[in-house]
């Protein structure tokens, strides 16, 4: 369909009043006006000669008869005149667009009837008309113009982003516009004047580099490849944009043949992203997707499996234009293959009866190691059983080809799995860096929550980070001792998150008591212990997010972090496992902290000390098998928590001082419960 005769209405008026400063008269005809379907001459009657005159041989006329522009001189009395009839398609119907000028000696030509102004005007029209609105690159109907059909000796290249629709649908439109914004300001920013750069659909550019060497169309197409991948796009979450490059030499050929070869090499660079590919060869791809020494560099390497040599022989000849190819006639050997190349392998195309080992044997090594996660397989075989097939898709197989196959299918079931599994790797890349991006913004919000509470409280800033470490540790060495708990990894970074939020209760707390350098009095305990009670109620406010586990989570380290096994503790004297184990290992290093810290009402104490008082009861009772991992981990406790430069000990000559001091304390605060 061609695409330089369509039209809206709005684009043919701006059209229309941009002539009409160059020619004596500009007119839009429809089919209908020009009754080109009647006989009846009585029907058009004005025409290029004036009112009430009929052309005979009108050009509009045929114009639109033909579907063609059309052109004719004619006198009008004594004066000369040239009529251009060209044919429209606007909204989809029939026009033509009548062009009317006068010639005489002295202005023999259009042009020199334009004065400065109103060339001008026709450069800004020819710019918007050839123009990409959002890149500044020529557009399709430039190519299809004045481009498509022209014969060059050129450098002609394809470039494609990679996985541009990816981005556009994971991070919205915005920032896939500022991508390819990006992409062609690097390359305008490299070529000529006398250069064409087209933007030829979505996110695909054509170059075209006229009289250029091959050599330094070489250079050129690895200069614009670096820029581009080292480019950086603003507010784009650090997303990277990389391109695939075809490229070609033209030798006085028609562009749009050319452009044809250029971009099956693109397709090929695609395979690699990130990558060029030529007719003299791949000149540069990504490190990672240079296949080991002896290869070649120009795509990806396919494992063929059989025990067949000729089998083999067939189907790395049917790929060889295509792929890099490796061959193993058993599967042990395959296995073999797969640990030394790992995902420099792309794809395996494995047979099933074979000796040693046979293809189902394989898939289950692969399975049980992970490697199908990572290498597609498509199996070849004779067998056509609904069963035989059912299980090698159970099996974790891509695809099943049955033999006798056709060359052309091969290629290009093997083409689409390898494109596939390269997109599903990129997603999962994207989503990983998303989630990674999320967490670490949650635990930001959560550490400023938390260090707003230690600010209140006059505690030490890294109080949060200690509690944050310990409560991991703990985490760790528990699940190594025991499965009780049936704790899931997600299930411990939780908890070390929730940790952050155990005394955001405080916040509710008076500055006097949370700050009183001395002890405090029975009903200032009291005040104080409630901090348990408001933290949790500041959760349960939060109705959005009740099926969060973070919240819930949260809500039981909150309330409960003061519990103690012994059924001591407040505020619901919990006892035993009726505690939440987040909030018992989070208690346990809560304590640990606030002994070896300084506090407003306290030194700290040494790590012999801390962990003397913790298993003596004088912080209260705790979990005997959490007492069991304190103990496991102490070696590591200093190096992992407080080895920063943070001075974690006052003198011992000190600190035996207030030993009996904080055990009165623990005593007032219910069974041992620190502040």
């Given at each position: ?12 008026r ?12 500009v ?14 001459d ?18 509009s006329?045929?114009?639109i ?16 005149y ?20 006068t ?58 982003l ?6 556009n ?20 920013n ?44 603003s ?9 695939s ?25 695609k ?69 030394r190349y790992?995902r ?8 099933v ?19 199908i ?69 949650r635990q ?53 998150m929730?940790s ?21 009095t ?66 346990l ?12 009402y ?20 705790f ?12 070696d ?31 005593v ?8």
């Amino acid at each position: 369909m061609r695409t330089d005769i369509k039209r809206t209405m709005e684009q043919a008026r701006m059209e229309m009043d941009i002539l009409s400063k160059v020619y004596s008269k500009v007119r839009l005809l429809s089919r209908d006006e020009l009754c080109v379907d009647n006989s009846d001459d009585a029907c058009w009657r004005e025409s290029c000669l004036g009112g009430g005159e009929y052309c005979q041989d009108c050009v509009s006329v045929m114009s639109i008869k033909e579907r063609r522009q059309k052109t004719k001189l004619k006198y009008i009395g004594s004066e000369l005149y040239e009529v251009t009839a060209r044919y429209l398609e606007i909204d989809g119907k029939p026009y033509v667009m009548e062009l009317i000028q006068t010639l005489d000696d002295s202005d023999s030509n259009i042009e020199n009837a334009i004065d400065s102004q109103e060339s001008q005007d026709a450069e800004v029209f020819y710019k918007a008309l050839y123009t990409d609105a959002l890149t500044g690159a020529y557009n399709r109907r430039y190519y299809e113009e004045h481009l498509k059909k022209r014969v060059l000796s050129a450098g002609v290249a394809i470039f494609d982003l990679d996985d541009f629709k990816l981005a556009n649908d994971t991070y919205g439109h915005d920032i896939g516009d500022r991508i390819l914004k990006t992409e062609v300001s690097v390359i305008l920013n490299l070529i000529r004047k006398t250069d064409s750069l087209v933007r030829i659909g979505g996110d695909e550019f054509l170059l075209v580099m006229p009289g250029i060497s091959q050599d330094n169309f070489d250079g050129k197409l690895r200069e614009i490849r670096r820029l581009i991948s080292s480019a950086e796009v603003s507010n784009s979450h650090n997303q990277q944009i990389t391109v695939s490059i075809g490229g070609v030499m033209a030798k006085n050929e028609a562009i749009c043949d050319v452009a044809a070869r250029a971009d099956r090499y693109m397709y090929q660079a695609k395979t690699h992203k990130n990558s060029i590919s030529t007719e003299w060869g791949i000149i540069e791809m990504p490190e990672h997707a240079v296949l080991s020494a002896g290869k070649k560099k120009s795509d990806q390497c396919i494992l063929v499996v059989d025990d067949s040599e000729m089998n083999r022989a067939i189907l790395c000849e049917m790929l060889k234009d295509n792929f890099d190819t490796l061959e193993a006639e058993n599967g042990e050997e395959a296995l073999d293959m797969l640990s030394r190349y790992g995902r420099r392998i792309s794809l395996v195309l494995l047979d099933v009866v074979m000796p040693v080992m046979d293809g189902f044997e394989v898939l289950e090594k692969m399975n049980s190691k992970g490697i199908i996660d990572d290498i597609p397989v498509i199996m070849i075989s004779s067998e056509d059983s609904n069963t035989f097939i059912r299980t090698a898709y159970e099996m974790g197989v891509s695809d099943y080809i049955r033999r006798p196959y056709d060359a052309m299918i091969v290629r290009r079931r093997v083409y689409n799995t390898i494109k596939l599994y390269a997109k599903q790797r990129r997603l999962t890349s994207i989503l990983s860096e998303q989630m990674k991006d999320k967490e670490q913004n949650r635990q930001i919000m959560v550490g400023i929550l938390s260090h707003i509470v230690e600010f209140r409280n006059g505690e030490s800033g890294a109080h949060v980070q200690h509690i944050n470490v310990l409560t991991k540790m703990l985490l760790s060495r528990l699940v190594q001792k025991t499965d009780k708990y049936d704790l899931t990894w997600q299930d411990r970074e939780t908890i070390v998150m929730a940790s952050s939020l155990h005394d955001i209760g405080k916040i509710g707390i008076d500055d006097k008591i949370l700050n009183k350098r001395g002890k405090l009095t029975d009903e200032e305990f009291e005040i104080m212990k409630q901090h348990t009670v408001i933290g949790a109620s500041i959760l349960e406010e939060l109705t959005m997010y009740q099926d969060e586990p973070l919240v819930k989570t949260a809500y039981r380290v909150c309330r409960w972090h003061h519990e103690r096994y012994d059924g001591r503790g407040y505020p619901d004297g919990l006892k035993g496992e009726e505690i939440p184990i987040s909030a018992q290992v989070v208690s346990l290093a809560d304590v640990y902290d606030a002994l070896v810290s300084k506090r407003v009402y306290k030194k700290s104490f040494s790590h012999e000390t801390a962990m003397k008082m913790i298993f003596n009861g004088e912080c209260g009772i705790f979990n005997p098998l959490l007492l069991e991992c304190l103990k496991d981990i102490q070696d590591d406790i200093y190096d992992t928590v407080y080895a920063e430069g943070n001075e974690m000990f006052d003198s011992k000559d000190k600190e035996g001082q207030g030993i009996k001091k904080l055990y009165e304390k623990s005593v007032n605060f219910g069974g041992g419960q620190n502040l």
